[in-house]
């Protein structure tokens, strides 16, 4: 079963992250920092998923492949890719609303689990952020290591 939802997907390294947030949230905006730096674009505003052998796979309706909205320039073709794994989900809140050291949290998506972050899209160390959090999810790293959670005897404050 497909399910198409608002959001923007990136590959990083082969790992879809998906970028979800209302309109205006800065969903392409960091997705075009990403793509700056070495991304291919998945789909921008809406995106296909899809389970297929037991991961969820995100593709661009065929109308929007390869196109970004760049906010106050266009809509541009930069580089693409036609589907990836999703690795990650990354909501977008306000500045100051992500927690400092959250609580490892799943989504359901097409009935399968996929990690999720809270990032802040316009800090700076956005992209940087969500590329980290990526490769650890890709890689089923947790993302506080159990020998910190040992160190600060089980919290993470």
Request: net charge negative.
């Amino acid at each position: 079963m497909m399910v198409s939802l608002h959001a923007t997907c990136v590959s990083l390294a082969g790992a879809g992250v998906l970028l979800r947030g209302p309109s205006g949230a800065g969903k392409s905006d960091l997705a075009l920092r990403l793509i700056d730096g070495g991304a291919l674009l998945i789909a921008d505003d809406r995106v296909e998923l899809e389970e297929k052998d037991g991961r969820v796979h995100a593709r661009a309706p065929q109308e929007l492949a390869g196109l970004l909205e760049v906010r106050g320039v266009g809509i541009l073709p930069v580089p693409h890719a036609a589907d990836a794994p999703l690795a990650l989900v990354a909501d977008l809140v306000g500045s100051g609303e992500a927690d400092r050291l959250p609580e490892p949290q799943t989504v359901l998506l097409c009935g399968l689990p996929v990690p999720r972050v809270a990032i802040a899209p316009f800090e700076a160390s956005a992209p940087a952020k969500l590329r980290l959090a990526a490769s650890a999810a890709a890689a089923g790293q947790p993302a506080v290591p159990p020998r910190f959670t040992a160190i600060a005897g089980g919290r993470h404050e």
